[in-house]
């Protein structure tokens, strides 16, 4: 009687713990997805072959290249500042790239046509990947971009959040006709410098 029995307190014991491994399982589930659920959906946009593509500096654990910002800016082929501005911004983009500091141009201008895009990324010669907004859905808005040029810095370590900006504004303080705002005017590059140093940028925002 008592190997019965002893069996019996076995197997109960066993099927406690199985039960207990099920519920534990489930409700990690549920948080995994929960915490999913509160990042934001990354934006679709159109890359300059034509192609619908969300941009690899968004995905988690992005491969190719490490990612802790992504400076989006704003770009147009009919602005002269933004045509102005890009030897900096190729600048910026290379200084930082190893630091994982990527970079993206956003034409949120829909009478850009992809043709047209494409061009200016040649003929600029720019150095990071280019894209058209989704006209339906514009990213430009979910990040707060007015004006061309103009950038967003996001914190991406942990996923899209584009809530989560280190700095949104003017890249160096430039203006049409070639000078400056302010002489010595470096905003987008004190900020990248003070998140490497997991410091608050000198300015969170300028005009």
């Known amino acids: ?4 029995d002893g069996k019996l ?8 713990i199985i039960s207990f491994v099920q519920r534990l399982t489930a ?20 890359g300059r072959w034509g192609e619908s593509v969300v941009p690899a500096q968004l995905v988690p654990n992005y491969k190719s290249k490490k990612c802790q910002a992504l400076a989006v ?8 500042l933004a045509r ?13 790239a190893d630091a994982g500091i990527q970079f993206i141009g956003l034409f949120p201008n829909e009478v850009d046509d992809l043709q047209e895009i494409a061009e200016y990324a040649v ?11 989704d006209v339906d859905n514009p990213w430009y808005k979910a990040l707060g ?11 991406v370590r942990t996923g899209y959040d584009p809530d989560k900006q280190i700095y949104r504004g003017q890249t160096n303080g430039q203006w049409f006709g070639g000078g400056r705002s302010r002489q010595g005017s470096a905003y987008l590059s004190d900020a990248v410098k003070s998140f490497l140093a997991n410091e608050p940028p000198p300015l969170a925002e300028t005009a």
């Open 123 to 133: 003929v600029s010669e720019l150095v990071f990947p280019v894209y058209r907004d």
């Open 84 to 96: 102005r501005i890009v030897p900096e911004l190729n600048a910026l983009a290379g200084e930082f």
């Open 1 to 4: 009687m008592w190997c019965v």
């Open 9 to 16: 307190r076995i197997a109960r014991t066993m099927m406690s």
């Open 27 to 46: 409700t990690l589930v549920v948080a995994v997805v929960g915490a999913q659920a509160t990042l934001a959906a990354p934006p679709v946009l159109t």
């Open 145 to 155: 971009l007015t004006v061309t040029p103009q950038v967003v810095l996001l914190d």
């Open 73 to 80: 800016v704003s770009l147009s082929t009919s602005c002269p």
